[in-house]
């Protein structure tokens, strides 16, 4: 990263390390299938799978080919899943990739056969059996159509798999709906195996599953969230997770403001007294949410700044009047803790949830990653999309 970054998001390795080593714990003996979509949930998938790979993740999930795709161009040699669908006319792909593919309608399953066996390869798929998400999947009372989609030409089953709704809360009624759910699945699987119909790799427990419902471990654990130091929710909670991501920016100017002067779009903020404000060269284009105009806090000098006015595409404006330091060059931290909003904090203030903040920030950030508090490596999308696996040195 050259060192007039506007802003970046900084990565700790050790972190993630720490949380892949406390999930794999918690799985007992259960295979890691490590979830990396959405960039490694705005983490680098280029920079954090092949880490987690070493760590000993034996599978990755992710939600579109082109994300799987990503994963094989930086090394990836672990088998990778995806979620999502996949057009059919891609079955070439996924064979010569080694990418696995959910399978969730009889109807997708003879599309995606079809192709296959018109190229020559066999797709392993894993088969999505919908227990209560009404998302994608088979009916838990189609296993007919489970059966036949297994002895289709062109596909191997390799996995079948469910997702919980409400893993991640301690309503009673949630957790029944969680038992439910289970209880679904493996009726499925007891009503396949009476068919001679059994798979390799049975899964269903996502991060709050994996060390919330222990039971439900089967073959394999999903975990996606904790890995990155977050929490699936403010009630089920895995101690000892540390916090991967901190949201940085330079501060561009400083100014006084004086007594009755307006901030921002729309005048919303006016100063009531003098006011040293500090530009910081972030905003909402780079995953800073805006909903935190005049709400949020962030660190400089390791001390709190609170945003006046609002938050703009590229930059932001606080008030440094107790900060008599700050000075144009200087770091603040925007997300991540300590006197700054953690992800947590951000995502309690606009209403939404720390994945929806971490996966936010934009591919404009360029991510820097950290080791023991020295910079290591860094990726940055906007120059080197594809370098990074060649350059890293951690």
Same mark, same amino acid.
């Given at each position: 990263?050259?060192? =007039? ?38 983490? *680098? ?24 795709? $990503? ?12 979620? *999502? ?57 189609? @296993? ?35 038992? $439910? ?14 068919? *001679? ?21 089967? =073959? ?16 089920? &909670? ?33 100063? *009531? ?5 500090? @530009? ?25 700044? $609170? ?44 209403? &939404? ?42």
């Amino acid at each position: 990263m050259e060192r =007039d970054a506007r802003c970046w998001a900084e990565v700790d390795l050790g972190a993630l390390r720490h949380n892949f080593r406390l999930v794999k714990r918690c799985a007992g003996g259960a295979a890691v299938m490590a979830v990396v979509k959405a960039d490694a949930y705005g983490h *680098g998938d280029a920079a954090v799978a092949p880490l987690l790979e070493r760590e000993g993740a034996d599978a990755f999930a992710v939600a579109c080919l082109g994300e799987a795709l $990503r994963l094989r161009r930086v090394g990836v040699t672990r088998p990778v899943l995806i979620l *999502g669908r996949t057009g059919a006319e891609s079955a070439a792909a996924l064979a010569e990739n080694g990418i696995r593919q959910a399978v969730f309608s009889p109807e997708y399953a003879e599309a995606l056969s079809g192709a296959a066996s018109r190229a020559g390869v066999t797709v392993r798929v894993h088969i999505k059996v919908d227990t209560g998400m009404a998302r994608l999947g088979f009916s838990p009372e189609d @296993t007919d159509g489970i059966a036949r989609a297994c002895a289709l030409p062109g596909l191997f089953a390799e996995g079948i798999f469910t997702h919980f709704a409400a893993a991640d809360s301690i309503a009673p009624q949630d957790r029944e709906y969680t038992r $439910r759910q289970y209880a679904l699945f493996d009726g499925v699987l007891r009503a396949l195996a009476a068919r *001679g119909v059994r798979f390799p790799l049975r899964h269903c427990c996502n991060s709050a599953g994996t060390f919330a419902w222990p039971e439900y471990r089967l =073959d394999m654990v999903r975990p996606g969230i904790i890995l990155y130091g977050e929490q699936p929710s403010d009630t089920v &909670t895995l101690p000892g997770l540390r916090g991967a991501l901190r949201l940085c920016a330079a501060v561009s100017q400083v100014r006084t403001l004086r007594a009755g002067d307006a901030v921002s779009y729309g005048c919303t903020y006016r100063a *009531g007294r003098t006011v040293r404000a500090a @530009t910081l060269a972030v905003g909402y284009a780079d995953g800073y949410p805006r909903a935190l105009s005049g709400r949020g806090t962030v660190s400089l000098h390791g001390r709190p700044a $609170r945003v006046l006015g609002r938050v703009c595409m590229d930059q932001m404006i606080v008030d440094v009047t107790d900060i008599p330091q700050a000075s144009p060059g200087d770091t603040a931290v925007v997300l991540g803790g300590g006197a700054a909003d953690s992800v947590a904090d951000a995502a309690a203030l606009t209403g &939404t949830i720390g994945y929806e903040v971490l996966c936010g920030i934009g591919r404009r950030v360029p991510r820097v990653y950290v080791e023991n508090g020295a910079r290591v490596a860094s990726l940055d999308y906007l120059s080197e999309p594809e370098a990074f696996s060649t350059r890293a040195s951690y």
